[in-house]
């Protein structure tokens, strides 16, 4: 009589069968850093496991566009399987690392599967922060997944057609105000091209609204939008933003945010202080980033520092002090760049940055199997770019010559190619240039399906109180 086959183990899963003569290198993470570092190990004998959330690496400079229906979600996501189908080397997890054992080298998956590591790579990426008012969260989404650019969509387009069966004018007019809180550059961009939407792509479609009376606000705390850019350039995107249309309220400090709108406090520190509220059913949060929660695991399982934000204090070489074997990359990792011959300077949370960790915590990996030293993090800086609008953006590239700064219509050339040069995928450019190219000569956006109508959350359902 045969003997039953035992069950399968977890270990079983977690590991190839040759697991015991090759290092286990643990990727959590498939954003610009873990999937730079995935792919700079490409070919070495070590075995790869990347674990991610969801199942997909996302473009998310270009997140704000499947938000205001330019763009469909395919066009900047790539199943993550599809992207190492070709490495060997590489095993992929769905799954989401709720606890971090680095004493024995271990993360635990939400679902209880245990993963054994010899080096850790932890790329998890950020997330909103509220600066300590969660409730504002369902009245004003961030801007980080897919889940939260369809719901902004969802907001934005059923804000229009709520408006078109509204008979009071007060309550239309509310409607018909979008806010976007925080100038940085994803502030900038989606608050250009919701003015755009209302008075472009929607001309002629609606009969008892003029879609172009829509207001949209950009509302920021400090003195100038892009406070990252010179300040000359970042002038020029106000008055971009103001030929577009969209209102610039600087030094306005948002203090509360409900279901019927937001309240700002102008002039908080001088003597002219003032409170306003502005009736709004559609508030996008664009004002302040967070590290994932997985870096509070982290420093809870090592013992290692946060910043304020959540990122996790890294060493020079982006590994943790008294545990060389894990690292800490991407918008998680509070980093320095440490070029010869000058101080150490903050890592900006911007892709390119992330990139460049993922393949510096890699090599240093493949460095420590050699038994060799580790090689510092140095940033090298690709500038910064912002786009308003139509013919509008501004652009910072550091050149051997001296920053080269310029705006409008080149500068948003340069955005354009940019952007296409990096997405992920042959496809995803051809596809993202052929909408670009409709939207250019037409206007239209044919991303504009939206599901869950009837669904009784905000900013709908306060016109009901």
């Not at 509220?130 to 961030?142: L, N, T, V």
């Not at 440490?338 to 900006?348: E, K, L, M, S």
């Not at 915590?361 to 030293?373: F, T």
Request: with cysteine; aromatic share 8%.
């Amino acid at each position: 009589m045969p003997h039953a086959s035992p069950a399968p183990s977890t270990a079983a899963f977690a590991a190839p069968p040759n697991a015991a003569t090759r290092p286990r290198v643990l990727i959590v993470g498939c954003g610009f850093g873990g999937l730079e570092a995935a792919r700079a190990l490409a070919g070495e004998n070590v075995d790869v496991t990347v674990v991610e959330k969801t199942n997909h690496h996302l473009f998310q400079p270009l997140l704000y566009q499947v938000a205001t229906a330019g763009l469909a979600a395919p066009s900047i996501a790539a199943p993550v399987r599809m992207l190492f189908r070709r490495q060997s080397n590489v095993t992929t997890l769905l799954g989401e690392v709720t606890q971090i054992d680095a004493a024995a080298r271990r993360v635990t998956l939400a679902d209880g599967e245990s993963l054994p590591y010899d080096h850790l790579i932890v790329a998890a990426g950020a997330t909103h922060s509220y600066f300590g008012h969660e409730d504002w969260a369902p009245h004003a989404p961030g801007l980080k997944t897919l889940a939260d650019a369809f719901e902004i969509r969802r907001r934005v387009l059923l804000a229009f057609e709520a408006a078109e069966r509204e008979h009071d004018p007060a309550r239309r007019a509310a409607l018909l105000t979008f806010v976007v809180i925080g100038a940085g550059p994803t502030g900038v961009e989606m608050a250009g091209t919701l003015a755009e939407i209302a008075r472009h792509t929607l001309t002629g479609e609606f009969r008892r609204i003029r879609p172009a009376d829509a207001q949209v606000l950009l509302v920021e705390g400090g003195a100038r939008v892009l406070q990252a850019m010179p300040e000359a350039l970042s002038e020029r995107a106000r008055e971009q933003l103001e030929a577009l249309g969209v209102r610039v309220r600087l030094n306005a400090r948002v203090t509360r945010i409900d279901g019927h709108g937001l309240e700002i406090a102008l002039d908080a520190d001088t003597p002219q202080a003032r409170t306003e509220f502005i009736e709004s059913r559609c508030v996008t949060w664009a004002a302040g980033v967070a590290a994932s929660p997985l870096g509070r695991l982290v420093a809870q399982a090592t013992g290692a520092e946060c910043d304020r934000a959540g990122r996790v204090k890294v060493e020079p070489d982006l590994s943790l002090a008294g545990h060389p074997e894990i690292s800490v990359v991407g918008d998680l990792a509070a980093a320095f760049s440490h070029a010869p011959g000058q101080p150490p300077r903050p890592v900006p949370g911007v892709s390119p940055g992330a990139k460049q960790m993922g393949r510096c915590a890699a090599a240093n990996v493949l460095l420590r199997l050699s038994k060799l030293p580790t090689r510092p993090f140095r940033y090298k800086d690709w500038g910064n770019l912002a786009t308003i609008g139509r013919h509008s953006a501004v652009a910072d590239v550091p050149t051997p010559f001296g920053p080269l700064r310029f705006s409008g219509y080149p500068a948003w050339l340069f955005w354009l190619f940019v952007h296409i040069f990096f997405l992920i995928g042959f496809r995803n450019r051809m596809i993202v240039l052929t909408d670009w190219a409709s939207a250019y000569w037409t206007f239209r956006r044919h991303a504009r399906v939206v599901h869950d109508v009837e669904a009784p959350r905000p900013p709908l359902d306060a016109l009901s109180e």
